[in-house]
């Protein structure tokens, strides 16, 4: 009965891995890549110059900017240059202005307020949209990542029900085995992350929980708008007076709530009514203060007296734990060194993913290497083995190329962005059907190799800020990422040339590198 329970865990662990691993691959890959969002964002837009933090400065030039140039607005919005973000970002309600919602952005120089004309980019936003929204419409991307998130989850509780020597096999690597090697890869890298990978698929299931178990927000709250609004603490903007008062100098404000908040980061100011007697300004404490992903209004201000209104209600113990859930999640709170960890776990959990997706296919292909004809289920399989994993660091590798190589001024720039990414994927595809399965890996490694070996040049040619710049400097995320991309680029070379290699006859060794159990046969 036991064996059979463990068979039965197989079977589930196996097939749910391959019909839904090609998907998990690229919203794990992607969610990995956005542990440095903010740091991608940078090499994107490299017309934003980083400077020495001064946060009561930057308001002030934010400040002077906006009623510059948005004094009519009803709202303005303000997000500080951070260790990690170089741009003062400002923005504001214009309905003329056409555009998402009416809403206007621009960036800021931190040291001069001046507007800086920087090139249209999602940049690591695309990433982090693209993570659990799939580039579907809302909120279908976002029904199908968190469907793919609770598969992840039984693939783990399923993987350990059928290892049940799973913590010894940690210990056991037999390189040069063939598909014994991949199996043993795959346990240890497993295991090795299991509580970080449980952890990231239980949380995604926190963060859309009023989405997938919204009986008890719908009958307590009639509708989900309701409910945000009591959960972050949401108050309605107080109607504006029509009586003109000049606003508080936000930089005095700020200095307030560092007074009462010697340790906090303020990363986003709102002010409502602007220049009239009913202003409102709200200081939110940023996300990386806490491990709890909190988004209320922490201080609220009068803009014309500088009174203070009010500071964030206490949070119950639930929402602290769903909160904290959502923070581990996310990785805000995350200083470098940590948020470095989070990326090598994120890595070796998409590596767990490809290896599980090699796996099906090779114990397959050996039951039909001695007739020298593989099914067309199994070549199905193996295209889609190729484009979801090297074709997928393809569409990435284009994605960067295409922010260096098209034309500043080109309009819809961020669009064809993410087309190159897209159209590079599907090409890959492309390429996997019409090449035979080891020469389609090997070609599209060394592709991505170079790709991306090349990226530091390509920024040092188009920018003048490749690594002799960004290292002297001390502009440690454009240098961290060329770095990267260089790393990248050397794995993927070594990879190339392992896979580009003339394989040894499979049929002859197959029957003595390989026998699998009952269980890990299935």
Known sequence: MKEGFRQAMAWLHTWTGLLFGWLLFAIFLTGTLSYFKDEISHWTQPEVRRHALDPQASLGLAQRYLESNAG???????????????????????????????????????????????RDSRGGEFFYRFHFQLQMPHPWGRWLSTFCAFIMLLGL???????????????????????????????????????????????????????????????SYGDSGRYFNDLFGRDEAPRAAAVAAPLVPLAELYAKVREQAPEAHIGFIQVQNPGDRNARVIFTRSSADS??????????????????????????????????FVGLHMGNFAGPWLRWLYFVFGVAGTAVIGTGLVMWLGKRQLKHA?????????????????????????????????????PVALEGRADWEID????????????????????????????GALAFALLALLNALTTG???????????????????????TGLFLAWAAGKM?????????RAPRVARPSRVEAS
Do not use: C
């Open 465 to 487: 800020q490749g690594l002799n710049h960004s290292l002297a400097v001390g502009d440690w995320a454009m240098a961290g990422f060329d770095l990267t991309a260089l790393g």
């Open 72 to 118: 009519q607005s009803g709202s303005w919005f303000i997000r500080l240059p951070s260790e990690r973000e170089a741009a003062l970002s400002v923005g504001w309600r214009d309905p003329q202005a056409g555009g998402r919602r009416g809403f206007v952005s621009k960036s800021l120089d931190a040291a001069s307020g001046e507007e800086v004309q920087a």
């Open 157 to 219: 509780v399923t993987g350990i029900i059928t290892h049940k020597k799973i913590f010894k096999e940690f210990f056991t690597f037999r390189p040069g085995k063939g598909q014994r090697s991949w199996l043993d890869g795959h346990n240890a890298i497993g295991v090795l992350v299991l509580p970080f990978h449980l952890m990231i698929s239980y949380s995604s299931l926190v963060i859309f929980m009023y989405m997938v178990m919204p009986a008890s927000i719908l009958a």
């Open 370 to 406: 001695k007739s020298g004809r593989m099914p067309g289920e199994l070549r199905l399989v193996e295209v889609l083995n190729i484009a979801s994993m090297s074709g997928l660091l393809l569409g990435v590798a284009a994605f960067f190329w295409a922010n260096r190589l098209l």
């Open 420 to 447: 190159s990414f897209f159209v590079v994927w599907a090409l890959a595809l492309l390429h996997a059907m019409l090449r035979p399965g080891r020469r389609a890996w090997g070609e599209q490694l060394a592709l």
């Open 291 to 324: 491990v709890a992903l909190r988004r209320g209004a922490n201080w609220t201000f009068d803009g014309v007296s500088g009174a203070a209104l009010g500071q964030g209600a206490a949070q119950s113990a639930a929402m602290m734990t769903q909160f904290t």
């Open 500 to 508: 580009l290699r003339s394989p040894a006859p499979a049929a002859r």
